[in-house]
Structures are given as structure tokens and as C-alpha cells.
């Protein structure tokens, strides 16, 4: 966390846009001055494993908890996240979004590599979806990106330096409020990492820049935001013996080398908040979002190796190597009409407008959708609460639709349950229905749509910091089988887990430093009720304890 002068916060708001070598030395240069100069306004946090649960949530633009730090996401700007620094609050920090509790994803070794999820999910599209999801779990997007509020000028920089200089990550948070309205905002974080095999390194870049204008009646927010990954390949190790045998791991045969995966996408984007009507206790408003997405998804492999065919199979149709190159340009705009009163009745209903460009290395097309959404809130008696949400297609995307209720009851402060359904019907993504290599396309299936259910549960005692949630769904699967052609399973798959974590107190005091010390005991179960371990685990169950603390605000202001 870093409270610095005005003109230091600038100094460092403009890092995110520097990416050749000799930027990077002049920001380590200078970061390095500043803690020269003032070692006791800069403090370096250790990041952690997982995340287990969300920061607090506020409505209005209040700004609390201890780095003075709130966000919200700009499709829903009523909604404001406190950042509290403490290790129980690991939101704050830096982490591996790959350990989150119940979103687990297995990479292919390195922080920020390719990732899938560890447990089976299903698709629920009801607008077009490429399909190359491997570096979802890590991309900033219009949906889940970050403005950053604060009361004053405030700036958190993360460095992190592994192994040797090629290996790193850091990254920045900048909120500057202005006069008159406006406010300035940046999210950014770079890893690097060579990895340990021939052909392994990676580099991971997510920027978000914003600007705000609110008044009483209008909110304006114009957002750049951009996810870049590349990613070299060298498809595993071609004897997995080597591993406990080969102390220098550089020199183990690989299956491919110097295959590189390249994605990109940069979206521009503006959203409106227009007041129609409204007093303190309840307001009518309008929203609009516009933005553009430029993006593509890229894999390539020059190699003069007959051997390779024995790893691409009947893909390698080209001695000279293999390529596929996908390019994709996504236009999207909404009209939502909603209101919301104190009580915390609210709602949202509205169109939304999506256009496609595809480009598929030689092959494209173009692709128009129309969905209707809606979302809603209604509470009961102050200890219930039903939330509704849903989508339905209406031009060529339509009949595909998702819905989801939830029940909340609240028994004052002992415990919290939500009781949640979901329905949808997805149509497939692209990326599994055609396949473009060379200019060749070696495949092309039109699979059905998918129908699917979800049921879960989640308990909250705030008094003993437990939680356990239960979820079981129900749905057809597609999965890649040989040689990247996708396969469809004719059986529903069945799906239940269970996960809980509670906190023990170990410590507590209330002297100078106000603290307290838990150990925190995670415990997941996953069971798959129909044998397809090519595609998902078919039962597992993992215990894991931590060491943590807490500090009281007191010991920051």
C-alpha cells in the first residue's frame, strides 16, 4: 500500500503504458528512488495462495476500509468494493486466480500459463462465443473490469521478482479524484516467467484506464481496456522419465519447440447513467453501453521436422509448419431502463445489440444478435430476499436463454442461506464446431444446443466465520478429443460438490497493534456421477489449512 504525494501518484499513473526494455529500466529506476526517499510510505505485501471469499459490498460511491481503496465494475456503477488490507481480505493483495476455492484450474505449470478448470463446467452461451477460453480466468474485460475511487489521490504499487530478472510481476492501482466531477483510474499487472523447459516462458499484461464525470443526474465513464498473452508451447516432455531423471530441466526433450500462442483483445468503451426521475428514497434512470473489441487468437508453429506428426497427427498437414489465425471484431450496445428505491426493491430490463465480425484465416463470417436481459431484486419482511437474472435471444442467436433465481433469508447477524436455480440453453461456441488450419478448414460440425440445469446451496455463520455451499448440475457435454476435434457425450452429466471453510481464533490482542491470528480450514469435495475421466475428475476430496491475520484500521489512521 503507498500513500504519496500528488505528483508522485502521476509520476507513477503513466508506468502501464511503457513496454519496451528501456521503460521498464527507467520505472525500476524509479520506484527504486522513491523508496530511497520515503521508506516509510511504501509497504510490500506477500501474495496469497487462494481467495476465499468476496470483500464487502456497499451501494453509493462511499469509500471505507483500510487502503482507502473501493471499486466498481462499470456496467454496475451502484455497486462499490472496499478493499481491506489484510491477509483474510485477499482481494487486495496480488494472487493466482487459478487457486480460487471452488474455481480451481489446472495450467500447464507456469503463473498466468493456459488454464482449464479443474472441475467440469458447462457452456451457457447465449450469444456468440469464440471458445478460446484458456486465459479467461486471468483477462480483464468490459464485464468484471475495475474502476478505482478513492477520497484522495492514492496510488498501490506490486513488484515481485522470482528466480532471476526475466522473472516478475507488477502492477499498479492509481485513483485520482478531481474537481467538478471527475476522477482518473488505472488497474494494471504484468507477469513474466520464463518457466523451467525449452520453450515454456510467457508474458501476461492487463491494463484498464478510466475516466469518470458524475453529476447529480449524469455518469459518464469512458474506459480503454486491454488483455495481451503471449505464450511459447513445447507440448510436454517427450519422455516423462527424463523429469526424475534430467537435473537440468533445460535440456529434456520436448515434444514441439518454438510454438508460439498469441491472444489479444482491447476494448473501447463507453457507459451512461442518465437520472429520469427519482428523491432520496428511490430514482427511475436510464443506462447505455457502447464499446468496440478488437481481438484475435493466434497459434503458430514453423518447423522442418517430419517427427512433429507424430504430435499434431493428421493436422500437420504442411511440412513448413502449422498455423491458425483467428480475428474477431465485436461491436456491442444496450439500452436498460431501471429503478431502485431504499427499501432495496430494484431492477433492470433492456436490449442488447451484438455484431461479429469473424475472420478465420481465409474463412469468416458475419454474425448478428439481438438479446432481451433483465435482472431484479425484491426483499421480504428485511430477512428475505428474491434476486432474479436472465437473457433470451431474439435474432440469430435466438431461442438460447439463461435464468437464474435466488432466495436469500438473513437471520440478523448468526447466519445467512441462499438457495439458488439456474436454467439455460446454450448454443455451442465456434472454436468447437470449426477448426482452420493453413487455409484448410479440417473440420466444420454444427452441434445442438445444450439444455442445462444448476442447483445450489450456501450457508453463512458470521459467528464462527464458517461457509458451506453445495452445487450440483445437470447437462450435456462437448469435450477436444484426438488431434483438437471436438467429441459430444450422449449421457447428461451429473455433477455435485461440496466446500466449507471456517476461521479458528488462535490470538487476539488489543494493545498498540490491534490483532488477531486464525487458522483458516478449507475442505472440498467434487464427485462426478458418470465415468468420463477423459474429460473431468469422477471424485476427489482436499483438505487444507492456513496460518492468518487482521489488523485493526486503527494501527493505518
Known sequence: MVFLRKDFVLFLSYIPFFY???????????????????????????????????????????????????????????????????TLHHHFTRVDPTKIMGSEHITLGNTFSAANRLLFSPEKNVQFFHGYRQYDVYRHSLDNA?????????????????????????????????????????DYFRVNEQGFYLSHALKSTNLTVG????????????????????EENNGGIFDVTAADTQPLRRVITTNINQAKTRHQERTYAISQYVTLAGSSRWNLFVQNNISYTPSYYKFSHLSNHSDTTGYYGRNFID????????????????????????????????????????KNDGFGQNRTDLTAVFSGSIPFFKVLQLQTKGALGLAENAGNFKTSGSLNLSVKKWARLKAEAEFFLSEPSYASQVLVVNNVELFRKNWLKSFGTTFSGTLDIPLTQTSITAVQSLSPIRYTGGWLIYLQVKQILKVFSLQTYFLILLYKS????????????????????????????????????????????????
Open 211 to 230: 475516466l469518470k464525470y458524475a453529476s447529480k443526474k449524469y455518469t459518464l465513464l469512458a474506459l480503454i481496456i486491454q488483455h495481451a498473452q503471449d
Open 20 to 86: 519496451n526494455q528501456q521503460a521498464v529500466k527507467f520505472y525500476m529506476r524509479g520506484l527504486f528512488l522513491i523508496m530511497l526517499v520515503y521508506p516509510n510510505l511504501l509497504t510490500s505485501q506477500q501474495s496469497s495462495g487462494f481467495i476465499v471469499r468476496e470483500d464487502s459490498l456497499t451501494t453509493g460511491d462511499k469509500t471505507s476500509g483500510l487502503s482507502g481503496f473501493s471499486y466498481f465494475h462499470p456496467l454496475e456503477k451502484d455497486v462499490t468494493i472496499s478493499l481491506h488490507d489484510t
Open 146 to 186: 475495475k474502476f478505482y475511487t478513492s477520497s484522495r489521490p492514492q496510488t498501490d504499487v506490486y513488484f515481485s521478482q522470482f528466480s532471476n530478472q526475466l522473472n516478475f510481476s507488477a502492477g499498479a492501482r492509481v485513483s485520482i479524484p478531481f474537481q467538478k466531477g471527475f476522477s482518473f483510474s488505472i
Open 510 to 557: 488489543n494493545k498498540i497493534f490491534p490483532s488477531k491470528i486464525y487458522i483458516l480450514t478449507t475442505v472440498f469435495f467434487y464427485r462426478s456421477f458418470q465415468k468420463i475421466s477423459t474429460i473431468c475428475l469422477n471424485g476427489t476430496a482436499v483438505i487444507n489449512c492456513t496460518l492468518t491475520s487482521e489488523y485493526s484500521k486503527k494501527h493505518f489512521y
Open 319 to 358: 511440412q513448413r509448419g502449422l498455423r491458425r489465425f483467428l480475428d474477431i471484431q465485436y461491436s456491442r450496445a444496450d439500452i436498460l431502463l431501471g429503478g431502485k428505491d431504499s427499501s432495496g426493491l430494484d431492477g433492470k430490463i433492456g436490449l442488447q445489440f451484438d455484431y461479429f465480425t469473424i
